[in-house]
T-cell receptor, first 113, second 115 residues
Framework: DSGVTQTPKHLITATGQRVTLRCSPR?????VYWYQQSLDQGLQFLIQ???????AKGNILERFSAQQFPDLHSELNLSSLELGDSALYFC????????????FGPGTRLTVT | AQTVTQSQPEMSVQEAETVTLSCTYD???????LFWYKQPPSRQMILVIR??????QNATENRFSVNFQKAAKSFSLKISDSQLGDAAMYFC????????????FGSGTKLNVKP
């Protein structure tokens, strides 16, 4: 158990819908990262927050957005969902903003039908 | 653009033997970090080893070591005394030390360990 929690574990929704994925980092960790892992695209870095502020942005679509709240939990919002958004979404946390070890959550499996 | 290439989609190794997973990357930067992550069937992502580009000494973590060749832009992972629990997908990753947005993963290598 990494100490990072993600909810829900599984999510099934229809195209065009909007969903919110939630992540609670390890106690004391200030950075939260979001990743997408799909079958044909591998693992992609989406976005990083550090102590409530956006620190880095990767290949995140405009239909996706994220935020980190004062209690340091984070939410990833996915809107206007498409079939291709079906993937495993990981959240990770670290105690710094840079390059130290990231602890990954168990992931949220999103299926868009 | 920075890209990370893992040219071996799948590899097999006999238990107790040594195996090397390959990773090459493309960058014009001089300061960056390289990582190897392990993803077992449980889908959990686990950091195996990390290398800072400014360090010439290859990183080592128990049975895991890397061969970092900066000029060749190569970052291979060697697993010694392979164990059944080493069976997993292994991902190589690059992160710029200057532009945090530049954080890329390879496509992965599936490692099978035969008893």
């Amino acid at each position: 158990d990494s100490g990072v929690t993600q909810t829900p574990k599984h999510l099934i929704t229809a195209t065009g819908q909007r969903v919110t994925l939630r992540c609670s980092p390890r106690s004391g960790d200030l950075s939260v990262y979001w990743y997408q892992q799909s079958l044909d695209q591998g693992l992609q870095f989406l976005i990083q927050y550090y102590n409530g502020e956006e620190r880095a942005k990767g290949n995140i679509l405009e239909r996706f957005s994220a935020q980190q709240f004062p209690d340091l939990h984070s939410e990833l919002n996915l809107s206007s969902l498409e079939l291709g958004d079906s993937a495993l979404y990981f959240c990770a946390s670290s105690n710094t903003g840079g390059f130290n070890e990231q602890y990954f959550g168990p992931g949220t499996r999103l299926t868009v039908t | 653009a920075q890209t990370v290439t893992q040219s071996q989609p799948e590899m097999s190794v006999q238990e107790a033997e040594t195996v090397t997973l390959s990773c090459t990357y493309d960058t014009s930067e001089s300061d960056y970090y390289l990582f190897w992550y392990k993803q077992p069937p449980s889908r959990q992502m686990i950091l195996v080893i990390r290398q800072e580009a400014y360090k010439q000494q290859n990183a080592t973590e128990n049975r895991f070591s890397v061969n970092f060749q900066k000029a060749a832009k190569s970052f291979s992972l060697k697993i010694s005394d392979s164990q059944l629990g080493d069976a997993a997908m292994y991902f190589c990753a690059y992160r710029s030390a200057i532009n945090f947005n530049k954080f890329y993963f390879g496509s992965g290598t599936k490692l099978n360990v035969k008893p």
